[in-house]
């Protein structure tokens, strides 16, 4: 039986939402990023983000709809991210799908955001088999995670401390290169020499990350170069940076899926998104003969539609959420 479902995501500084039918095709995906309020700040300022979910929620839930071409009337299902994330930001899309679910009496479903960063795979791969390894990095999380089922899941490595959208951001920030960080430091990478300085990976015995050396690191050559007078070229330092993070993201997840014995490995969350880790994951799997699926560029970044596609399989199993459901900034996987 068709199933439409409206998916709301506003765990942070983008107020989404998107209309989805079957769970993998996605009639619209309606993505207001806050980035231009917080600019000006360096970061999201918690409290200014859940003002502007609240003033522009609505509008936004409006225009997905109309992109869809449905009406209220149609939604069988309203799915929700509930954390983890910001709590006053999360509250707005938590409280907007409880007043749709209590107005239409349809189901309403609760979702994980990394949970959905993980389905954002579903969506370009609906055959997707189990089980697979996921590379989830994004603002908040560095994970590997083994899915051995639809809402089954194992995480077999994480973050000790940064996460590698943070380092990336933290850097971008030293450089002067602004808000949000990794996507800038993308772009002047590219022009840069990955080998120009040599900064520490840090390799730990198992499964888990660690960033925070390497950011210190960072920023401990920055000071140097200040107190000497010495200009630095900073695309040569964006470059030997991203490949000190994304050398480590990708031997990491070769070596897991290889001891784990994986025929299949995707990635998901914001740092996804990056050009360098893209290509050099891809190219290492290849040689390895492991498939290897990649969410397109504005499905990596916080959106809705990962979120309708977590919610369908949620819906499928019956895991619905009731009315009382309330945002957990903290939620774990
Ligand atoms: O998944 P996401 O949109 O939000 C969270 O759930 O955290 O991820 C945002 C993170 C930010 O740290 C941002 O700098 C990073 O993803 N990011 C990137 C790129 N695009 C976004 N990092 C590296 N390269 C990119 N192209
Ligand atoms: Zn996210």
Redesign the pocket.
């Known amino acids: 039986m068709e199933k439409i479902i409206l998916a709301l995501e506003t765990?942070?500084d983008e107020t989404s939402a998107a209309v989805l039918k079957n769970g993998n095709i996605v009639l619209s995906n309606i993505i207001s990023s806050q980035i231009p309020v917080h600019q000006k700040f360096g970061g999201v300022v918690p409290e200014i983000a859940s003002r502007k979910h609240v003033e522009i929620i609505n509008g936004v839930i409006a225009e997905a709809l109309e992109k869809a071409g449905i009406t209220f009337r149609d939604i069988d299902a309203v799915a929700v991210t509930y954390g983890p994330g910001l709590v006053g930001a999360l509250l707005v899309g938590v409280t907007a799908a409880k007043a749709v679910a209590y107005a239409l009496n349809v189901p309403l479903i609760g979702v994980n955001?990394i949970e959905g960063?993980i389905y954002a795979n579903f969506l370009v791969e609906p055959g997707l088999s189990f089980p697979f390894l996921c590379l989830v990095v994004?603002?908040?999380?560095t994970e590997l995670v083994l899915l051995k089922d639809h809402g089954v899941y194992e995480v077999i490595g994480r973050t000790r401390d940064d996460a590698a959208?943070?380092a990336?951001?933290k850097v971008a920030r030293a450089l002067g290169l602004g808000y949000?960080?990794?996507?800038l430091?993308?772009k002047l990478a590219a022009a840069g020499n990955p080998a120009a300085v040599e900064f520490p990976r840090a390799y730990l015995e198992n499964y888990d990350f660690s960033f925070s050396g390497l950011k210190s690191s960072v920023l401990n050559y920055l000071n140097r170069a200040a107190q000497k007078g010495e200009k630095i070229n900073k695309a040569d330092l964006a470059a030997s940076f991203q490949r000190a993070v994304t050398d480590v993201l990708i031997d990491k997840t070769v070596m897991a899926a290889r001891e784990l014995g994986v025929k299949t490995v995707v990635m998901a969350?914001?740092?996804a998104?990056?050009?360098q880790l893209r290509e050099g994951l891809k190219k290492r799997l290849q040689e390895q003969g492991i498939s290897f699926f990649q969410p397109p560029i504005e499905l990596?970044?916080?959106n809705a539609a990962m979120i309708g596609c977590a919610g369908y399989y949620k819906l499928l199993r019956q895991q619905i959420a009731p009315l009382t459901l309330n945002a957990v900034p903290g939620l774990k996987l």
């Open positions: 765990s942070c955001h960063h994004s603002g908040g999380h959208g943070e990336f951001d949000p960080g990794g996507p430091i993308d969350g914001g740092v998104a990056n050009k990596c970044t916080d």
